[in-house]
């Protein structure tokens, strides 16, 4: 016995060194936290359970019958968030640079099997260089067990990425089929094929951090929902995260206990929407006086940032909160802003997240850059997204409803819940200069008619009671009353039950 018990630990020592004392220097000195580390950290204090540690390869072409190392590169397991379990796998760079061989798959997919039968989120940390070179097919064999993984538990249990160094090939592929992707800054990258490759095939020089850098993914291409500035921030904002997400999409809404007065009123709002309709304001304001504790997590801060997603608490309850930015762009709906607010939505509505969005948008951008990028599509995820979601839906129209902007934003016509209007709402199918310039343009040579036909157009639709007359807007609300009437809005809707009609999948456009 005491032999045995001699074994394992020297066995468990080796594991836990990894690929050795050199290997993790260099990762720490790079700035990054070992797999073991980050494991520590993602999870509550001595809560981690850890499988498979002694798991080896069983590749023997190019000398890899010399080189083994317990644990094949990935540290997998299950632990608690907070006391919710979660499981989770960490890719070790210092063993085979993480990257992913047969038996390594295998140890993620037993993760990926036991999260979604016993219905709890996964969170991978990656740091690798993709399918393991010496073993080809096998490992991409191994990936593609990842990837069809990744797809059956999309919708059923959440799925988190964190890439904390270089990714390429598969470990780009897997993330990108899960929820949510965050970076760390200066020592994370993404991409399909790296700067060598890119040379090769395109002669273009290109450095790691240009190619896929986080300013790359958060910013231009929308790939990565946030970044952070190094492993323990983004570690410990994942757990933040984590707290707002139901478990699976048949668990409850998480609640947490709150201070926050549900009724609390916030006489400043009164005053936030400029009286001259063409200055900005910022929404995030709004967001942050309506939350609970102005607790809120934002999703893809740096993207598109005409329209602001994330996630907040409405009386200790997780809400989806989606609301267009009038300081950036005047909150225009352009092609990335509606598939970011089409990815989120339609994560809420997975996981029957509520869904509140607040509506100040002059509409849809035009041109020829949009057009060709094709922003009806884009444009056409956003209005399908809406439409198709059964989660409860609270809408307010703070300002602007223009156009099909209007009908798009959580609309009563698509089966919004609660609508309501601040006094200060507009809601047309465009602002009155340009509506009358296209309905009275046979009096455009007489100022004085048109200054007329503009006041009776603002008079007659730049209000929320036309609408209001229509029930198209419920309610027309103080603005400092705002959170209360959210509030009792989410608890009357506590109980909704509505359901789509049956078929296999619905047919979003891509
Ligand atoms: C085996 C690998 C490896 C890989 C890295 N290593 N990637 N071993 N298979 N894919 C090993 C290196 O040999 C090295 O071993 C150690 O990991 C550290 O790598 P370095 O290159 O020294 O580190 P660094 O300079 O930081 O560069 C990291 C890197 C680079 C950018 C990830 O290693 C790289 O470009 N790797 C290959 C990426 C790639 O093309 N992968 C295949 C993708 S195809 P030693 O012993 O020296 O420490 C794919 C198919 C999936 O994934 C299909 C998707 C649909």
């Not at 992913?100 to 016993?118: F, G, P, Y």
């Not at 036909?453 to 009353?481: C, H, K, N, Q, W």
Request: aromatic share 8%; hydrophobic share 40%.
């Amino acid at each position: 016995m005491k032999h045995i018990l001699e074994q394992l630990a020297a066995r468990r020592a080796a594991a836990i060194a990894g690929g050795g004392e050199q290997r993790t220097a260099a990762q720490h000195a790079r700035g990054k936290l070992t797999a073991r580390e980050r494991m520590e950290l993602l999870l509550d204090h001595g809560s981690f359970e850890e499988f498979d540690m002694f798991v080896q390869h069983r590749a023997t072409d190019f000398g890899m019958d010399k080189h083994h190392a317990p644990g094949d590169g990935v540290v997998t397991g299950w632990g608690t968030v907070n006391g919710r379990t979660v499981f989770a796998f960490a890719k070790d760079f210092t063993v085979f640079g993480g990257s992913l061989s047969e038996t390594h798959a295998q140890k993620i997919n037993k993760v990926q099997d036991m999260a979604l039968r016993n219905r709890a989120p996964i969170i991978g940390l990656f740091d690798s260089g993709g399918a393991r070179i010496q073993e080809g097919v096998a490992a991409l064999g191994g990936f593609a067990e990842v990837f069809q993984r990744n797809a059956l538990a999309s919708g059923v249990i959440p799925q988190i990425s964190v890439i904390m160094g270089p990714c390429a090939g598969g470990d780009v592929y897997s993330p990108a089929m899960t929820d949510f992707i965050f970076m760390v800054q200066g020592t994370s990258y993404m991409f399909v094929t790296g700067p060598e490759v890119v040379k090769t095939v395109t002669n273009e020089t290109v450095t790691a951090e240009e190619l896929g850098g986080a300013p790359v993914h958060t910013t231009r291409s929308g790939v990565a929902d946030g970044a952070y500035n190094n492993d323990v921030e983004a570690l410990l904002q994942i757990r933040r995260l984590i707290d707002f997400l139901p478990s699976s999409n048949t668990a409850a809404i998480p609640e947490w206990p709150s201070f926050d007065d549900g009724g609390r009123c916030e006489p400043s709002l009164d005053t936030l929407v400029p009286e001259n309709p063409s200055r900005p304001y910022d929404v995030k304001e709004l967001i942050v006086k309506i939350v609970d504790e102005g607790d809120f997590f934002e999703i893809q801060d740096a993207f598109a940032r005409n329209v602001v997603t994330g996630f907040g608490r409405i009386e200790g309850r997780t809400v989806g909160l989606v609301a267009n930015q009038p300081l950036v762009l005047a909150g225009v709906l352009d092609s990335d802003a509606s598939r970011k607010a089409a990815r989120f939505v339609r994560f809420c509505d997975c996981f029957s997240i509520p869904i509140v969005t607040f509506v100040d948008v002059p509409g849809f951008l035009p041109g020829t850059a949009q057009e060709s990028n094709g922003l009806i599509k884009h444009g056409a995820k956003l209005l399908f997204a809406y439409a198709e979601t059964t989660a409860p839906k609270v809408t307010i129209i703070t300002r602007k409803a223009y156009g099909g902007a209007y009908d798009v934003m959580a609309s009563k016509h698509l089966r919004g819940d609660v609508n309501f209007a601040w006094p200060s709402a507009q809601i047309a199918v465009m602002g009155a200069r340009g509506a009358v310039e296209i309905i009275f343009r046979q009096d455009m040579n007489d100022p004085a008619k048109i200054a007329a036909r503009t006041r009776e157009y603002e008079e007659r639709f730049l209000s929320p009671f036309a609408a209001a007359e229509r029930g198209y807007v419920d309610e027309i609300i103080m603005p400092r009353e705002t959170r209360k009437r959210i509030a009792s809005a989410l608890a009357m809707l506590r109980n909704k039950d509505l359901q789509n009609p049956w078929r296999k999948h619905d047919n979003i456009p891509l």
